[in-house]
Structure formats: C-alpha cells, structure tokens
C-alpha cells in the first residue's frame, strides 16, 4: 500500500463523487451532463470555484445556497465522500490492476442507481443497458469471466422478471419494475451469478427489514413502494467488497 496513491485516489474519486451528483440530479430529468456549468438549482445562480469543492464546500455553507438559503441536500456530500471510500477500498482489495478500474466503474454506476431511484423511482436505462453490454464485455478477459457473466446476466433478469409476471397475476399491481430487472442483469453480467443471487438476497432482506420497521412506525401502508433499486445497489456493493467471503462461511454450514 502507498500512501500517496491512496491519497490521489481519494482527491480523485472525491472529483468523479461531484461528477456522479451531476448525473444523478440531471439524469432523471433528461438534462445534458455537461451544459451549463453547477449552478444552485433553486435560484439558478453560477456556483463560485469554492462552492463546487467536494464535501468541503457543502460543509463551508453549512448545507444552504449562499444568496437564497435554499438547503442543498446532504445526499451530495455523501455521494462524493462515499465515491471516495469506494476508489480507496478498490484499491487496497485489487490494487492498481484493470479489475479495479472496472469494479470502481461498476461501484459508481451503483451509487449513481441508489441514489435515482431512492429519489425517483426510477433506474435510468441510460446506466442499466449499457452497463449489461460492458459488465459481459469485461468478464471476456477478466473475472469472474465469461460464463458466469453470462449466466448471472440471463439468470439476475429472469428471476425478477419471474417474479415481478408472479406478484402482477396475484396482486393485480406492479410490484417490480423493468428496471429493477434490468439493473440485476447488470450486476450479474458484472459480478457473475454467485454474487448476483447473494445481492438479491441480501437486497431482498434489506428490504423487507426496512419495509417492517416503516409499517411498524406507520410510515408505509403493506403497498407502499420501497426503491428496490436502492437495496440492490447497496447489496451489490456489500457482495464485491466481502461477497466471497459471506458465501465461503455460508456453504461452510453445509460441509
Ligand atoms: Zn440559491
């Protein structure tokens, strides 16, 4: 490990963090990336240099916009610090190998996808189709290679897609969305299908915890939507970082 790598990898992936924001708040409402520059999305006014500083500047302002004391949501200082947790982490599990640039490429799809559905309800396409196409590219010449790329990719979206057909001929509502389906598709053609299977699981119980402890406070109804997509990035994540170990000491039960 070397410190000074660590170091430009967190200043890094601090900047790609502030890049991610863009996305998630421009995506969902169709808006170019790259027109025009950071502005305060309330009063529409430029953002001085300091201002765009990652997590330093939203803790400078304390969380509110200069001139118009609008709040500026703290889901942006988080993303950026979390971005930076995740190039720091790649590194000292894969260090400076082609693996790691396409894991932290997956991760910061993941955190782009937890946050948009978490606010949105949505999983843009423009993230999850791509990223079956390059998660299956990449598993050609590196792990966890192509077959079970392949089988993760059909398995992660036919499993939904099973069970979204299910929920709607019992329920009679739409339980699971094409996007749902598509982002597990991603994420098996990325980790391939063991890690695939252990994030819907552990998305699975993230949720249903979650969907409890909501119903148990009276703040959701039994058909209130839970962003599905949020639990399955977070359980993506879990599964790259410790995925093999969580399933070398669950089969260990079975020796
Ligand atoms: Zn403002």
Redesign the pocket.
């Known amino acids: 490990m070397n410190a000074l790598v660590v170091l430009f990898l967190a200043a890094f992936g601090l900047a790609v963090g502030s890049f991610l924001n863009v996305c998630i708040y421009r995506l969902p409402r169709r808006e170019s990336l790259s027109f025009p520059a950071s502005h ?1 999305t ?4 430029p953002l001085d240099w300091f201002e765009n500083i990652p997590v330093f500047g939203w803790l400078a302002l304390r969380g509110r ?6 709040e500026i949501s703290p889901i942006y200082p988080v993303v950026e610090a979390m971005t930076a947790a995740v190039f720091v982490a790649g590194y000292l599990i894969y260090g400076l190998t082609p693996l790691l640039a396409v894991r932290v490429l997956f991760a910061c799809a993941m955190l782009v996808l937890f946050a948009i559905d978490l606010r949105h309800r949505i999983l843009p396409n423009a993230i999850t189709l791509p990223g079956v196409v390059a998660g299956f590219l990449f598993s050609i010449v590196l792990p966890p290679g192509w077959l079970s790329s392949l089988i993760g990719l059909l398995a992660g979206g036919g499993i939904l897609f099973a069970i979204g057909e299910a929920y709607f001929r019992l329920r009679g509502v739409e339980g699971l969305g094409m996007g749902d389906v598509k982002m597990l598709a991603m994420i098996g053609a990325f980790l391939g299908w063991p890690l695939m299977l252990l994030t819907l699981v552990l998305a699975s119980f993230a949720g249903s915890c979650v969907g409890i402890a909501l119903m148990l406070a009276r703040r959701a109804g039994a058909r209130t939507k839970l962003p599905f997509g949020t639990f399955l990035a977070a359980g993506a994540l879990v599964a790259a970082v410790a995925g093999n170990e969580i399933l070398a000491w669950y089969l260990a039960f079975y020796e």
């Open positions: 305060c309330s009063c529409q006014r916009c200069r001139t118009c004391r609008a």
